[in-house]
């Protein structure tokens, strides 16, 4: 599926308004302790949007805080490409990036669980030319990013998660 067959959903009235943050940032601390708890057998599927009713794959990615040092846990949705990992900095669509991928850009060392396997990982925003050739993948996995491209004025960052060499 190209970007060009997803039916590119209007962008939904009060999404800029302060308190989306914050309903984002509770929903995701729930999303992640109840992931850590149950080792990935819940919370590790997003079921919104059109990834409901089966869900697609959902990981925590802890990045060092840019400001405090201290672990950060953020629940996102992901593909594999090959032995690496791609994620998206969408925040659904809202006018700034994600504090996570602030993070990333300051600290790109990483780590990454999936249902209960961690992994340490470096992080890296792709070029024009891979995120040219990621996109479509993305899009096809979760339609929804398509949309939340129209909603912004920012160019959606794509992130490659290497693994870390010892």
């Not at 914050?22 to 992931?35: P, Q």
């Amino acid at each position: 599926m190209t970007t060009e067959l997803v039916k590119i959903k209007p962008k939904p009235e009060g999404l800029d308004k302060p308190y989306v943050g914050k309903i984002i940032k509770t929903m995701s601390k729930v999303n992640v302790a109840v992931y850590r708890w149950t080792g990935g057998f819940l919370g590790s599927k997003w079921r919104v949007g059109s990834a409901f009713p089966w869900g697609i794959p959902v990981l925590l990615l802890t990045t060092t805080g840019r400001k405090s040092g201290q672990p950060r846990t953020s629940p996102l949705i992901f593909i594999e490409d090959g032995e690496n990992v791609i994620i998206v900095a969408s925040q659904g669509g809202l006018p700034k990036d994600p504090l996570w991928y602030k993070n990333l850009q300051a600290t790109p060392e990483c780590e990454v669980q999936i249902k209960r396997r961690k992994r340490k990982m470096l992080a890296r925003t792709t070029s024009s030319e891979e995120r040219e050739r990621l996109w479509p993948k993305l899009v096809s996995h979760y339609p929804d990013f398509a949309s939340y491209a129209t909603w912004t004025d920012r160019v959606i960052p794509v992130v490659i998660l290497e693994p870390a060499r010892d």
